[in-house]
């Protein structure tokens, strides 16, 4: 768990990893937003979560990620605003996490490293989310 | 796209014709081949054409007569235009945006102008644009016209600042302006 916080913090803008991007095959990843511009209103600081499980998501934005498992690659992705997380803490404590903004697409996205599952699977438009005509007439 | 080798070839290949399935196929048929590989590439419709966009790379020697021989006879009888242009190392060299990136999103009542303008004025200010689409919608009686814009913000320049230097243009033109920040997050 420190190596993960460690690797978080040592790379330049992240605020989050999880334990399948460094190798290792266990359900825990932590998040930290608390020092991104868009986190900083809204964070429940360092977060490490063993094995996460989403209870409850509300709202849906879209928002452009990158992540360090694909660099040099970003897309529009949509996730819930507001989630509710069920998770052990780093002492096995068993917690709850009702968050929103920022830090609610961190946490999915973290999470989503632990089913396999990368932004890339989410990805809702190549382009601008614009309306596209089916018929040119 | 890693950085440029001495030792390969670079090549911009654009194919556009009357969109039907197959065209992508058919392409990378020809490059598959020919043992290129395809570095980068943007491919859309465009109304009822099928235009696509290639950086394609092989390993030296490979000549460029080569490549453009079997793109014709692959292009020939399915109507479809190919250009292919030999790139020199400077111009492959990709840099990712350092600034902010913003997308512009114009739209208004279709009026000559509209692109030139926006364009005109980021391109005055050093603003540099990463992608850019157009689309014209409505009824051919009150047609709409959206452009929507994807711009590396210079160093100190916020989306505000380019709301107000496109406040003139919003006024002329009688279209609708909205500028947000899409910097991608790093998770």
């Known amino acids: 768990m420190a190596d993960l916080v460690d690797t978080m913090r040592a790379a330049p803008g992240s605020v989050g990893v999880a334990a399948p991007q460094v190798g290792v095959t266990l359900r825990v990843c932590v998040v930290d937003v608390s020092q991104h511009r868009l986190g900083k209103e809204q964070n429940h600081g360092l977060l490490v979560m063993i094995n996460p499980v989403l209870l409850s998501g509300a709202g849906a934005a879209i928002m452009r990620e990158g992540c360090m498992s694909v660099p040099d690659y970003t897309g529009d992705v949509q996730r819930y605003t507001e989630i509710e997380v069920a998770y052990l803490d780093e002492n096995g404590e068993k917690r709850m996490l009702c968050t929103a903004g920022f830090e609610a697409v961190a946490v999915q996205h973290e999470m989503d490293h632990l089913d396999g599952v990368l932004f890339l699977d989410r990805i809702v438009s190549l382009k601008t989310g614009l309306f596209r005509r089916k018929n040119y007439k | ?187």
């Open chain 2, 1 to 187: 796209m890693d950085e440029p080798k001495s030792d390969t070839a670079y090549f911009a290949v654009s194919v556009i014709g009357k969109d039907r399935p197959g065209i992508v196929a058919g392409a990378a048929e020809v490059l598959y081949r020919l043992g290129c590989n395809i570095e980068d590439s943007s491919c859309t419709m465009l109304a009822g054409e099928f235009a696509m966009i290639l950086i394609v790379t092989h390993e030296k020697p490979f000549s460029k007569a080569h490549l453009v021989e079997e793109f014709v006879a692959y292009s020939k009888g399915m109507e479809l235009s190919v250009f292919v242009r030999g790139l020199k190392r400077d111009e492959v060299e990709y840099h990712s945006p350092q600034g902010e990136l913003c997308v512009i999103t114009v739209y208004g009542a279709d009026r000559p102008g509209i692109v030139y303008r926006v364009t005109r004025e980021l391109a005055d200010r050093s603003i540099n644009i990463t992608d850019l689409n157009t689309k014209l919608i409505g009824t051919s009686a009150a047609p709409v016209y959206i452009l929507v814009i994807e711009a590396e913000l210079t160093e100190g320049t916020s989306s505000e600042d380019v709301e107000r230097l496109l406040h003139t243009i919003k006024e002329e033109l009688a279209v609708e302006i909205t500028v947000r920040i899409v910097t991608p997050v790093a998770l």
